[in-house]
């Protein structure tokens, strides 16, 4: 039990839909990392944010965006869903002196299936 | 920039067997080293990690780790496997020095059979 929720945990879009994925960080934690997994390969990279700021991001196009708010909770959108985007995106929080996850360990949810159709 | 390789997709092993999953990455700089674990339909889970110090680091669940530096190799071990270790393990890495992302390794699916 890490204290990361994300939600919802399972949605169903077709092509050229929007998405909004949430987010809810583990109390004290000021660091949000989103992962894109696709069936069978590790976590890929998306963005992290840092005091309400994208400090960092994958190799993602524009129409993949976030927020962070005060409360370190965040959202991820997708706009111009594709086939493609089918995955198991994962937030991740974690403790950071100045942007990027203390020591580097990160505190997983249990991740939003999307399928696209 | 770094870079995980794991090179084995998928382990079977029988129960109480011992069992080595391997991994080894690239980098320019020093990192820190992780281990997750990912048990169907869930999210990742931390085994152990290594920071600093001792090359061989203990974790969760009976698991060990050693860095080999010379190698750029952090191979994951266990003496006793049992049915419930069955699940996707994951090596990573970050540069130390770095305020940047955690990059993940393909993946191993380990199974155990009973």
């Known amino acids: 039990e890490t204290g990361v929720t994300q939600s919802p945990t399972h949605l169903i879009k077709t092509r050229g839909q929007q998405v909004t994925l949430r987010c809810s960080s583990q109390s004290g934690h000021n660091t949000v990392s989103w992962y894109q997994q696709a069936l069978g390969q590790g976590p890929q990279f998306i963005f992290q944010y840092y005091r309400e700021e994208e400090n960092g991001r994958g190799n993602f196009p524009p129409r993949f965006s976030g927020l962070q708010f005060p409360n370190y909770s965040s959202e991820l959108n997708v706009n111009a869903l594709e086939l493609d985007d089918s995955a198991l995106y994962l937030c991740?929080?974690?403790?950071?002196?100045?942007?990027?996850?203390?020591?580097?360990?990160?505190?997983f949810g249990e991740g939003s299936r999307l399928t696209v159709l | 920039a770094q870079s995980v390789t794991q090179l084995d997709s998928q382990v079977p092993v029988f129960e109480e067997a011992p069992v080595e999953l391997r991994c080894n990455y690239s980098?320019?700089?020093?990192?820190?080293l992780f281990w997750y674990v990912q048990y169907p339909n869930q999210g990742l889970q931390l085994l152990l990690k290594y920071l600093s110090g001792s090359t061989l680091v203990k974790g969760i669940n009976g698991f060990e780790a050693e860095f080999n530096k010379s190698q750029t190799s952090f191979h994951l071990r266990k003496p006793s496997v049992h049915i419930s270790d069955t699940a996707e393990y994951f090596c990573?890495?970050?540069?130390?020095?770095?305020?940047?992302?955690?990059?993940f390794g393909p993946g191993t699916s380990l199974s155990v059979i009973p």
């Open positions: 990573a890495v970050i540069a130390r020095t770095s305020y940047d992302k955690v990059i």
């Open positions: 991740a929080s974690s403790t950071s002196r100045s942007g990027g996850p203390k020591n580097g360990e990160l505190f």
């Open positions: 980098s320019s700089v020093s990192v820190y």
